[in-house]
């Protein structure tokens, strides 16, 4: 799928280079003296040379840098194409969802692989509904026990004028389950979306006696209303950053 481009040739031509240039310079060619060099003048000019040397064999001497991963772009318009297109999408995939309404299944989704961004078309709003989250076990996003591990993830959206590019939304106005729910998964960021009538936005686990943890997240620019449960967002990892996110409870209900 084009997804690594390979610069093998051309890093043998840029190797071959190099080591033409630092056989000439090794052998002195650069370094040669053309004429004496006398007084002050001279050795200002064999110190320009010595320079000039050291610099071109440490350029020929440095690392040829591999250009990395190039993901594929997919792009869905409903529920079932994002179910597959998180399926399969692999470390550095984009998957853009067009606007309009996408129903998540009973119990979630959630990424097959790290690595991936989830994000709205520019301009068009996506809204994301569990009409089950009155049922705990229920989530729109999870990241349980899986392996390889799926860390690096990245659900992002894009304002639509003033409005948030996600929505995830629960529907039976009784919200138990959060919205997103992790306890394995490292170094997710999620920006841009709003939560509505959830049980949380987000909720991270401990599991293992603590010894399992969904750490390293970068929460901001979110907004919470109409939820149900505690603070609206609970993290219990470590080295979380959560900064930016508006948090509006509207009901006393489930505390």
Same mark, same amino acid.
């Given at each position: 799928?084009?997804? *690594?481009?390979?610069?093998?040739?051309?890093?043998?031509?840029?190797?071959?280079?190099?080591?033409?240039?630092?056989?000439?310079?090794?052998?002195?060619?650069?370094? @040669?003296?053309? !004429?004496?060099?006398? %007084?002050?003048?001279? +050795?200002?000019? &064999?110190? &320009?040379?010595?320079?000039?040397?050291?610099?071109?064999?440490?350029?020929?001497?440095?690392?040829?840098?591999? *250009?990395?991963?190039? %993901?594929?772009?997919?792009?869905?318009? #409903?529920?079932?194409?994002?179910?597959?297109?998180?399926?399969?999408?692999?470390?550095?995939?984009?998957?853009?969802?067009?606007?309009? @309404?996408?129903?998540?299944?009973?119990? !979630?989704?959630? =990424?097959?692989?790290?690595?991936?961004?989830?994000?709205?078309?520019?301009?068009? +709003?996506?809204?994301?509904?569990?009409?089950?989250?009155?049922?705990?076990?229920?989530?729109?996003?999870?990241?349980?026990?899986?392996?390889?591990?799926?860390?690096?993830?990245?659900?992002?959206?894009?304002?639509? %004028? /003033?409005?948030?590019?996600? *929505?995830?939304?629960?529907? /039976?106005?009784?919200?138990?389950?959060?919205?997103?729910?992790?306890?394995?998964? #490292?170094?997710?960021?999620?920006? !841009?979306?709003? =939560?509505?009538?959830? !049980?949380?936005?987000?909720?991270?686990?401990?599991?293992? #006696?603590?010894?399992?943890?969904?750490?390293?997240?970068? *929460?901001?620019?979110?907004?919470?209303?109409?939820?149900?449960?505690?603070?609206?967002?609970? =993290?219990?990892?470590? =080295?979380?950053?959560?900064?930016?996110?508006?948090?509006?409870?509207?009901?006393?209900?489930?505390?």
């Amino acid at each position: 799928r084009g997804r *690594v481009i390979e610069i093998d040739a051309r890093a043998g031509q840029i190797g071959a280079r190099r080591r033409k240039i630092r056989a000439r310079v090794e052998r002195g060619f650069l370094g @040669a003296d053309h !004429g004496a060099d006398r %007084g002050a003048q001279g +050795q200002e000019q &064999r110190q &320009r040379r010595e320079a000039f040397q050291i610099a071109v064999i440490l350029a020929a001497c440095a690392p040829i840098q591999k *250009v990395g991963l190039l %993901g594929a772009e997919i792009e869905v318009t #409903n529920a079932t194409e994002l179910t597959a297109a998180m399926r399969n999408a692999v470390e550095g995939d984009t998957i853009t969802m067009r606007g309009g @309404a996408y129903t998540a299944p009973a119990t !979630g989704w959630q =990424f097959s692989n790290g690595g991936v961004t989830l994000q709205n078309y520019p301009g068009e +709003q996506v809204i994301i509904t569990q009409p089950k989250m009155g049922i705990s076990g229920n989530y729109i996003f999870k990241c349980l026990a899986v392996s390889p591990p799926v860390d690096w993830n990245r659900i992002i959206g894009s304002d639509v %004028g /003033d409005e948030k590019g996600i *929505v995830m939304r629960g529907i /039976d106005k009784s919200g138990i389950a959060p919205a997103i729910l992790a306890y394995q998964c #490292n170094n997710w960021e999620i920006a !841009g979306v709003e =939560f509505q009538d959830v !049980g949380y936005g987000i909720f991270t686990r401990k599991i293992n #006696n603590g010894n399992i943890s969904a750490d390293g997240w970068y *929460v901001h620019d979110n907004f919470i209303s109409d939820y149900f449960r505690e603070s609206g967002m609970q =993290f219990n990892g470590n =080295f979380n950053v959560i900064e930016n996110n508006v948090i509006i409870k509207q009901t006393s209900q489930y505390n």
